[in-house]
């Protein structure tokens, strides 16, 4: 079916708050997901494949910091969606950044990390320039790189595949961040490595996708938008005759 | 987009402070000003050269069916749908938990092939059950006010014009009872519309939308006066037709846009208050003195014979009449300084009511077209509430204090200043006001009260900068993350001069209805007739151009640019010329 980006951040934005996030938290929510379905990016999808995950993080909106110094900070995710504190997290790295120039930050054990594209996108707005990488679990192993020049509203992104697997047992569930405040961090692959393509997202290629996103709506699963929507109607209140009154006197 | 930001010159304009404009009540008391969206379509219509044309007319003798009209700007073409159908009585309700209406209509980007006029039939009528087609900008619908239709279209069907008291009762044939854009249930977004040269300002589509009702519901009483009678009807008098707007039924659904929106409220606000600080810098003429008297005098006239239903409003509209009655007197007596203007407001805000003060605001600004118009491209707002996380605690702590004074140093322990909570009901999500501790769902208290938040912000931070000095916002958000939110808002609003509505929404004092009127008068709503204290009724484009008018080169420019508050036409001219 067909919906607008202003419905899906709406039914988004009540669908968390249904579940639990607090206000500010599911503003942010339902903008990382509308950002990366509006760019065609399967953000529907990335929700509902890890929903389960998403309700059950819904009261973690804290952060868990294992180690932070001036300019780096390691964060444990505890296996919860990006969704729940992510937000937090890179506003700490973010505030880092503007103070010291450079910050990094890991997130470890997260889930759902290609959601937090969105978030990296509105720090990009605010001047900040920022690079994620992240290694998927699969084998074979997989990098994904996601590159925000500062002021930009869309990134480069790169996903490959690596021919060599490194002899490494450390779960590929994190995510790491780079944040410049005034060095370009775009991703570029060096021709001499040997890699396979998966995946290409050039900022004109994103731009075009929102413009389409926009002129014919965004498409989404029915079962999805019903699932959302059936959370967010856990924020509103049963009607009543009593509560009719509370809209004013009859005509 | 154009944003005018606040400037140098501004310090030199003497806006008025925040902490004046920004009080509940006086936004209570505003009347739509020549800045509003409704005043700036005619405007931009007749300056645009807008042709609109009636394409189909589809309507059988009791005026139901269909109609479509064009529009074509200099950069696109629209058309505006019109679906009519038979009411039972029972059925007509201005609630927005109605289910039918006596029409439904849309504005569309483009053509109207078979296939989305299929689409249209289908889900226009529904409304919010329908999936809307993302080419359409506006959709709405409107119910007819029955007395007044019945009225016309008799007098119309036996070759008389309509009683002129009769008109001026309700002022329109047709009230819409909602009128959505920005992406709803599946319509174009905001995103979109706004690159458009013709609609990037908020809500200029939904007033384009609203104007041509206006044409159609005029179109179609003189149809259906004609099916009557074909021998012996006639046509609507130009005057009484001009004298016509469109009703309009709003209730607190409207509230928390005001509050939910705080970087547009606050452009507009002070898109308003540099109008008038730069029309109360201009050094008066002779000519604009008169002008002044006669924007009295018309005022004073609307304000006589405007019918109003609402005892309390009927009081208000009666004590501004009498007031500006010596207004009149006032400006006819003292000597023409070139602080004239000033000296008018400071008389006026120690001797005269908030209604007339701002009413008095709403005419010196209506007196300098070539100073003010210019604001009119300063209406939007590019809508981004951002955190900066770095931000020292002892900052945020200053801009509380400074900012928020009004919000932290007030009382919400006791009962009446806790009273209300507003929450959105499962009735179409519809926001509601229940009584603290009376009713349910309270625990699903829609967050709109931003004063006893920004208090509980300032509480934890102060406790925090007490443990820690040099604590930053982003520990103070570590430590309390629910606060996100507000936090984001306390940071971005104080870069701005209003914004920031201040009261206290849940307490039992509140009203409302002012916040209602305070978004109606932008939208150019005249007519403000309370039904209580949760909704109203106002009306749009009464007294503005015709289509007719923009076709006639004759006509005067002054016909698109000056028809504020309408006073009724004269009966005899009417029934002469029959």
Known sequence: ?251 | MTQLTPTVEDATLSLRSPATVMELERLGSFSPTRLSFARRLTRLMFEQQWQVSRTQFELDENGHGFAIYCLQTSAYRYHVVVFSRHLEDAQRTDRVIAEAWDLTFCLLEGEVDAELMSALSANVPLQEAGRQHPRLLVISRANKSVRAFATVSAALASGQQPDIDHLKEAGYLYRTTAVYGNGKFGIADFDRIKGYQDFWQPFSAQMAAVYMLREFSVDQVEHIARQADPGHAVALHLDARRYLGIGNSTGLGMAPFLINHPQLISQWVWVRERALAVAVAQPPSEHDRDRMLALCRRAAAYLAETHVEDAPQRLRNSEAHEELTQVIAWLEQVPLDEALWQQLLDWAQTQLALETQELLNTLLIELYPQQVDGLNDAMGADENLDLTPDMPLVQLKQILETHFDWAIDADYECEDARYWFWYQSADKEEPRLGVRGEELGEEKELALAIAPTAQRVYRDLVDLLDAQPRALTIDLLMAFPEHMRVIRRIQTMAATFYGEIRANLWHREMKPMHLLRAKLSFLGAHRFDPKGDRWVRVTFFQGAPLLSDYEDSAASPQVFDDWSFPVAPVAERISASQ
């Open chain 1, 1 to 251: 079916m067909k919906i607008s980006l202003n419905e899906l951040q709406s039914v988004c934005r009540k669908a968390f708050m249904g579940m639990g996030f607090t206000a500010g938290h599911a503003d942010d929510a339902s903008a990382m997901v509308a950002w990366m379905q509006s760019y065609k990016l399967d953000g529907m999808k990335e929700l509902s494949e890890g929903l389960e995950c998403v309700v059950a993080s819904a009261a973690s909106a804290r952060p868990n910091v294992i180690y932070q110094d001036a300019d780096l900070a390691v964060v444990d995710g505890q296996h919860m969606s990006v969704l729940s504190s992510g937000n937090l997290a890179l506003e700490l790295a973010f505030a880092k950044a503007r103070i010291r120039g450079l910050a990094v930050i890991k997130i470890r054990h997260c889930r759902q990390r290609q959601l937090i594209m969105g978030y990296l996108a509105r720090l990009s707005s605010r001047g900040m320039n920022v690079t994620a990488f992240w290694r998927h679990s699969q084998s074979p192993i997989t990098e994904q790189v996601v590159g925000f020049r500062a002021g930009s509203a869309v990134p480069s992104i790169r996903v490959y595949e690596l021919a060599d697997i490194p002899e490494d047992d450390v779960p590929n569930d994190g995510v790491t961040i780079l944040m410049a405040n005034h060095v370009d961090l775009l991703p570029t692959i060096r021709s001499e490595d040997e890699y396979k393509l998966l995946a290409c997202h050039d900022e004109s290629d994103l731009l075009a996708a929102k413009q389409q996103a926009l002129e014919e709506g965004l498409t989404v699963d029915p079962e999805i938008w019903q699932q959302l929507k059936s959370f967010a109607a856990k924020t509103l209140v049963e009607a009543s005759e009593q509560s009719r009154s509370g809209a004013g006197p009859a005509e």
